[in-house]
C-alpha cells in the first residue's frame, strides 16, 4: 500500500504560478510512475501529466508549456510546477502512483481555484 499526500494547492490569480508536491510512502518511490490529474465539478478526470520511473515525461495538450512535472527520488516526491495558471485550470488535483504490479494508488487531492 502506498499513501500519497498533496500539497500546495490554493487561490491564485490568472496568470499566477502554484506548485504542488506529492510525497509518498515506502521505499520504492523511485521504481513508480508518478502522475498528476485533476477533476473539475461535472468534468471527468483528465490526466494533466505523468513522469515515469526514467524521468520521461507526459502532458495533456492544454497544459504544455506551462505545466512541468519533477520528482526529487531521494525526497519521495513528485512536483508539478503550474505557471501561467488560467481559470479553466481551476479543478481538485490528485496524485497518482502506479507500480510495477499495474497496482494504482491515489492522493486525496489538492484544490487549486484560479480567478479571472
Known amino acids: 500500500q502506498v499513501q500519497l499526500v498533496e500539497s500546495g494547492g490554493g487561490l491564485v490569480q490568472a496568470g499566477g504560478s502554484l506548485r504542488l508536491s506529492c510525497a509518498a510512502s515506502?521505499?520504492?518511490?523511485?521504481?513508480?510512475?508518478m502522475g498528476w490529474y485533476r477533476q473539475s465539478p461535472g468534468n471527468l478526470r483528465e490526466l494533466v501529466a505523468d513522469?515515469?520511473?526514467?524521468?520521461?515525461?507526459n502532458y495533456a495538450d492544454s497544459v504544455k508549456g506551462r505545466f512541468t512535472i519533477s520528482r526529487d527520488n531521494a525526497k519521495n516526491t513528485v512536483y508539478l510546477q503550474m505557471n501561467s495558471l488560467e481559470p479553466e485550470d481551476t479543478a481538485v488535483y490528485l496524485c497518482?502512483?502506479?507500480?510495477?504490479?499495474?497496482?494504482?494508488?491515489w492522493g486525496q487531492g489538492t484544490q487549486v481555484t484560479v480567478s479571472s
Open positions: 497518482n502512483c502506479k507500480d510495477w504490479l499495474g497496482r494504482t494508488y
Open positions: 513522469i515515469s520511473s526514467g524521468g520521461s515525461t
Open positions: 515506502g521505499t520504492q518511490f523511485h521504481m513508480y510512475g
